[in-house]
């Protein structure tokens, strides 16, 4: 996205090449950027803020809720109107965190009841600049906010009750755009303005490993004794290794290996080795840094040594599926033992490995399918999930991947 608001080409290595990421593509050519790929390596002519072209289609964003909510950003602030649509899961996720603040701005919508997609966007090129504070901590909301501010004449800011991933702050300054980022006093979030009608100028990109997808390796190894997994060039700032520091904190052998700097993020290889885990206490405030690692880290809890609680997870409700209520039938259905709270849950690990056995339904979302494939690993009876396509969404080649470490994952 940054790449197609630049001026001259983007050049992008390690993108992962998963349906969210081609489905942003597509969405951008067209809005008229010229995007290519050549195996590993992606070249993006941007058309600049503010000028994108009326879609001739409707624009199909797959499974991609973060590509759905900063793509509104940029629509949103174009003088046409345009028509946004997704899967069954993304159909289902609510979208009015976005349309509040953008009609706001100027912007106009319609959606279906709920608020959610399909939607079409009437946008302008007058938006308003604002000041909004978040009601919930939310990146996305807070990254499409800024794209649209970008096309807005004077500062838009945005408040963030507690601090989330802060990779777009960090790409608009890489890109050149003049953002200033301030704490908030008397709490943990920040005050992020951004300064519109910047003139955006193409970088060059070295995207690091993505620390929610090496989460699942890396978990696999913890519950499997014996394990010693590196997981090399995992993208480490410190918004999104909330897990990393709780699987420590569980008593996990983890160490952090050749940290280095890449694209202006820390980034280090990841050594695990199996070992007991134990149950922790998981505050509420560590919750926007590993909001998406929660499914995987029931699974380590349900192989820990003791009690687990987990705290602040309201926010798993609005995901691909209710996530909260999705990890829990899938704990039941395995012979986990578990209480689960309008925003908790807490399991009681046993020290040794679950019964297994159960048939897991994804609901069509990819972090639940992988995660309970993994906790399968080691249950007394093989974890089953009733699909398997989603992981495509966020993770091709999972399997394969998972199976050269030493696991059994095949389709029925």
Known sequence: MFGALALGETV????LQGEDVLCTAAALRALGAQISREQDVWRVRGFGVGGGREPQDVLDLGN??????????ILASHPFTSFMTGDG?????????????????????????????PLAIVGTDEMVPIEYELPVASAQVKSCILLA?????GETTVIEPLATRDHTERMLRHFGAEIRVAPVEGATGKRITVVGWPELKARDIAVPGDPSSAAFAVVAACIRPGSDVVVENVGLNPLRAGLYTTLKEMGANLTFQN???????????LRVRGGGLKGVEVPAKRAPSMIDEYPILAVAASYAEGTTHMQGLAELRAKESDRLASVAAGLDANGVKYEMGP??????GTGGAPAGGGVVKTHLDHRIAMSFLVMGLGTGAPVAIDDGAPIETSFPG????MNGLGAKIEAA
């Open 89 to 117: 899961s993304l159909r289902r996720r609510p979208m009015q965190r976005v349309i509040e603040p953008l009609s706001r701005m100027g912007a106009r919508f319609q959606a279906r009841q709920g608020e959610r997609m």
């Open 343 to 348: 925003e908790s849950l807490t399991i009681h």
């Open 149 to 153: 501010g970008l096309n807005t004449a």
């Open 12 to 15: 992008i290595t390690g993108l």
């Open 64 to 73: 991609s809720g973060t590509s759905a909510r900063l793509l509104s950003g």
């Open 398 to 401: 999972f399997a394969a991947l």
């Open 259 to 269: 940290e280095r700097e890449v694209g202006g993020e820390p980034v280090a290889d």
